[in-house]
Structures are given as structure tokens and as C-alpha cells.
């Protein structure tokens, strides 16, 4: 008889007030040649899960298990797989696995590979009482974080950490971020310790708070104009319409990155405006394995604080409601015990 354990899996995509996600019983995985298989113990709540259940990503497959920021103890080992040892703890994110040999993965960009695969979207996450990953794509977690201060930075973090390199920011320069949840709140105090000047426009009281405790310079309503012009910019909320009013806030030869994996429409832009000055606009695809590594070394050195709040298991459906009414500070995190 297979062991069974607890799993919530994406039954119907829709409006998150309705039930998208239903908690279920299903056979423990087995992990393939080279994965290992993971005890969750901790999961965070990312925005691309919203986006799952709501259906503006859609799923790869029904049923899909969400999560893609799980932290656990190997508990098992498939063939082959000798990088971790049983009751290491480890993290599995979002990336899962690319092919290695394609223009992309040959040039340092995986993120970019047209073959890659993603955790709690082609294959089952953390919303679940136990996930495999291939361990190549596993990471070992910095001892400074606890099980769910860990959680956030595996896709909020190694993300943000991503749009803060494509946004260019010089430094010493000025930064803009439209949005302030798990990753922005992560984002800005890197660069903050990096010597950024910081500037938070987001909805919320209790957000605009929170970035000026972390040390932000100023924190205005999410369509305010930046009070100074600002040299980078990335916009979390998954809002087009912040786009315009981003692109006014930047300077001469400024960058705007677009963190999110999902954007409502961007209106109409006007040249002079919006972009002429050499201003620059991107986005970001996923991350690489490197910017995790990178993202967790630096996460430790420069003593990044994670504000979670914690649900427990059995209310990931309350957890995504939370998210989409904008009422979690920091990042929300699925407790296992
Ligand atoms: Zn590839
Ligand atoms: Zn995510």
C-alpha cells in the first residue's frame, strides 16, 4: 500500500473568493533518478500561486499541487542523487529544471530556456506535506534563517534579487519600487545595504510603513510621482497601468524593470513622455541558478530581515484571499509541523 499525505491541488481555476484550491489526499511521490524527495515544512505564499488559481497562469496540468518557495528535510533520495544526505534541509523554487544545451543554458541565461520546467506549475510544489525536486536545482539554506524566514527568499527573494540586476541601478543611485509585498520588501533592503537610496509607492498603509522601517527614503500611494527622479525602477504589483506612471518618475538613461509574471495591459505610451531620453523598459523571466546562490550568500552577509506572516497548512485557500486583498504584510508562509 503507498503512503498517502496531504496536498492541495488547483481543482478549477477561478476568482480566489470562490474554491480554486482543494485540499487533497494523494500518494506520497516517488523521486525519480537524480531528485530528492522533501518533508515541507515551511512553503511560501508567492503571487504566481494567486495568479495559478485564478487561472492567469494557466496550469500545465489539473490538479497541479502550487508552491514553489519550500524549505525541508530530505527524507529520501532517488537513484543516483548523492548532492544531499538524509535530514540535510534544503530548498526547492521555482526553477526545476532546463536542458543545459540550448543557446540560452549554453550562454549563462537558463532562465531563458524554451524547455525549462517550474515547480507547483508543471510539476507538483510545496503546498503538500512532501515534494520531490531534482536536486540540481535544490539549494542549501543559509543557517540564519528559520524554516519560515527561509521560505520567502526562494522565489520573493532569488526574484527580486533578479529585477534588481535588470533594473541597472548604479551606484549609490536611486531607486523606485511600485509595490511593496514579500519580494519588493526583500529587494529594497539590498539595496539599501548596497548604498541605494530607496523610494516605496504602494497601496496600503501598513506597507508604506513597513519600507520605512526597512530604512526606505520616502513611501507615497502607488501612483504618487517619485519625489526625485529616480536612476531604476522595478514595479512588483501587477499593474500595467503603474508603467507610465513609472517611466515619468525616471531620469535621463533610466531603467524600468517589470518583476511579475503576469502584467495587466500597459496603456497606451507617449514617446516623449515616457521613453524618450534613452529610458529603458524590461522584464524579468524567472531567475537562474546562479542569481539563487547568489541571492541567498548575500541574503545571510547582509542580514536581510524576512517579515512573514504565518497560516497554518490546512488555510492556503484563506492565504491566497489575504494576497489578492493586498492584507499580508511581508510574505505569507504555509507552516507544517
Ligand atoms: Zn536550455
Ligand atoms: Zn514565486
Given amino acids: 500500500m503507498t503512503d498517502m499525505m496531504r496536498a492541495w491541488e488547483v481543482s478549477e481555476p477561478g476568482p480566489v ?14 523521486p525519480a533518478p537524480g531528485e530528492v524527495l ?16 485564478e487561472g492567469d497562469l494557466l496550469p500545465r496540468h489539473r490538479g497541479v499541487v502550487p508552491g514553489h518557495e519550500v524549505v525541508g528535510e530530505v527524507v529520501g533520495l532517488g ?41 507547483g506549475w508543471d510539476a507538483d510544489g510545496g503546498y503538500a506535506e512532501l515534494a520531490a525536486v531534482p536536486e540540481a536545482f535544490a539549494y542549501r539554506i543559509p543557517a540564519a534563517f528559520s524554516d519560515e524566514q527561509a521560505a520567502p527568499l526562494l522565489c520573493a527573494g532569488i526574484i527580486g534579487y533578479r529585477s534588481l540586476r535588470r ?47 526597512l530604512g526606505a527614503a520616502s513611501a507615497g500611494g502607488a ?14 504589483a501587477p499593474a500595467g497601468e503603474l508603467v507610465p506612471v513609472a ?16 502584467l495587466s495591459d500597459v496603456p497606451t505610451l507617449n514617446y516623449q ?10 522584464s524579468v523571466s524567472s531567475n537562474t541558478r546562479r542569481d539563487g546562490e547568489e ?17 497554518p497548512f490546512d488555510r492556503a485557500d484563506q492565504a491566497l484571499r489575504d494576497l489578492a486583498e493586498g492584507r499580508v504584510r511581508g510574505a505569507a508562509v504555509l507552516t507544517l509541523t
Fill in 17 to 30: 473568493s470562490g474554491a480554486p484550491l482543494t485540499l487533497t489526499q494523494r500518494p506520497v511521490p516517488t
Fill in 38 to 53: 522533501v518533508r515541507v515544512r515551511a512553503c511560501g505564499v508567492c503571487r504566481t500561486d494567486l495568479h495559478l488559481a
Fill in 79 to 119: 537513484a543516483g542523487a548523492r548532492r544531499f544526505t538524509a535530514g540535510e534541509r534544503v530548498g526547492i523554487a521555482w526553477l526545476r529544471q532546463t536542458c543545459g544545451t540550448c543557446r540560452w543554458c549554453r550562454a549563462g541565461r537558463e532562465n531563458l530556456c524554451p524547455t525549462s520546467l517550474y515547480t
Fill in 167 to 213: 533594473a541597472q541601478l548604479p551606484s549609490g543611485g536611486r531607486l523606485g519600487i511600485y509595490g511593496f509585498g514579500a519580494s519588493a520588501h526583500l529587494t529594497a533592503q539590498v539595496a539599501i545595504a548596497q548604498g541605494a537610496e530607496v523610494h516605496v509607492l504602494t497601496r496600503g498603509r501598513r506597507a508604506r510603513e513597513l519600507a520605512l522601517q
Fill in 223 to 236: 501612483f504618487d510621482r517619485s519625489p526625485v527622479p529616480l536612476d531604476s525602477a522595478i514595479i512588483f
Fill in 247 to 262: 517611466l515619468e518618475s525616471l531620469g535621463p538613461g533610466g531603467t524600468l524593470a517589470l518583476a511579475g509574471i503576469h
Fill in 273 to 282: 513622455r515616457h521613453l524618450f531620453g534613452e529610458r529603458t523598459v524590461c
Fill in 295 to 311: 541571492f541567498l550568500v548575500l541574503a545571510e552577509r547582509l542580514g536581510v530581515q524576512v517579515t512573514t506572516t504565518p497560516v
